[in-house]
């Protein structure tokens, strides 16, 4: 493989930059993670290390969509998953739980309290980056 070959693994396929997506993540580790996914990806990714930080940048960026980890250090995701939906800034936008807790009481949680997707740590980047792209077209096709 030639170096030039090599570099290029590392660019984003499609340029979606006008995508803003926020990652409500505490672990620094899989917040590196999924932001390089993100902008594998093309997408502009916004960071958030917990769930007042979240909210303010939310309202103030609109994303298109909020990555939310459900154990943030100062509040659960499926109780911040609420306040983005009671907020008129943020009530739309769609939510997808990133969380290592994968018991069917807090998957369920997750769904009932406004979350639209799910994924379970450790994160793949390509699931991550499918669901994304079926997350927006689905809402193309509404």
């Known amino acids: 493989m030639h170096p030039k070959d090599l570099l290029n693994i590392f660019k984003p396929k499609n340029l979606k930059k006008h995508i803003k997506i926020l ?23 916004l960071k958030a290390y917990d769930g007042k930080s979240g909210l303010e940048l939310a309202k103030q960026e609109k994303p298109q969509l909020i990555i ?21 800034d943020t009530e739309k936008i769609p939510i997808m739980f990133l ?22 740590k450790p994160i793949s980047p390509r699931l991550l980056l499918k669901q994304i792209e079926l997350t927006f077209k689905d809402k193309e096709s509404a």
């Open 23 to 45: 990652v409500i993540e505490d672990a620094e580790v899989d917040m590196r993670l999924t932001c390089a996914a993100l902008e594998r990806g093309g997408y502009t990714p």
């Open 68 to 88: 939310l980890d459900y154990n943030l250090p100062d509040i659960k995701g499926p109780d911040l998953c609420q306040v983005f939906k009671r907020h008129y």
């Open 99 to 120: 969380t290592s807790l994968n018991t069917p009481d807090s998957i369920i949680q997750s769904y009932e309290e406004g979350g639209e997707l799910y994924l379970a």
